[in-house]
């Protein structure tokens, strides 16, 4: 019987399996070859979720605040170059050349604004039909002996860890 620092160092290296992005077959093989009762097995399999669960986490909350940053740069990026822009229209200026950077301000690409889309051709509108099934709602009339067509219950199985 393997002693415990033997078995942590085998699911340590199930969890990098795991992390590093391994084939499940890879790591069930893994978990086949420690020594052990099924329950113990579980159990560190569990832990080893409960890890990657709390990474996932952290990673979320750091892609929120990433996110909140990467758009307050952008935001003031954009009111810089609106501030150069309003310097360059006040001096009358269309173009400056620096020691590093040439400023030019130029024509954008002529894009539409819709004014009132009720008096635009039909020619011009397409419509899109989108079909939303409440599948909670089927579900409680099949469960309360109601008959429909095209559907059917079905029960799955999960496992609970607490």
């Given amino acids: ?5 033997e078995i942590t ?3 340590k290296f199930i969890q990098q399996l795991i992390e590093d992005g391994a084939p499940e077959e890879a790591f069930i093989e893994a ?3 420690i020594d052990g009762e099924l329950a113990e097995k579980l159990e ?8 990657i669960e709390s990474d996932i986490a952290g990673i979320k909350a750091e892609e929120g605040r990433l996110a909140e940053r990467r758009k307050a740069m952008e935001n003031s990026i ?14 009358g200026e269309k173009k400056l050349k620096g020691e590093k950077f040439t400023f030019t301000v130029q024509k954008n690409p002529p894009s539409l604004k819709v004014l009132d889309d009720a008096v635009i051709p039909p020619q ?3 419509v899109e039909e989108v079909r939303n099934i409440d599948k909670k709602a089927i579900l409680a009339e099949l469960k309360n002996g109601a008959e429909i067509s095209g559907v059917e219950i079905q029960q799955g199985e999960s496992i609970r860890i607490r």
């Fill in 78 to 91: 954009k009111r810089m170059k609106e501030n150069m822009q309003l310097a360059m229209d006040a001096s």
């Fill in 9 to 11: 160092d085998k699911y």
């Fill in 44 to 51: 560190n399999y569990a832990s080893v979720m409960k890890n």
């Fill in 124 to 126: 011009y509108i397409s």
């Fill in 1 to 5: 019987m393997a002693n415990i620092y």
């Fill in 31 to 33: 978990l086949n070859a």
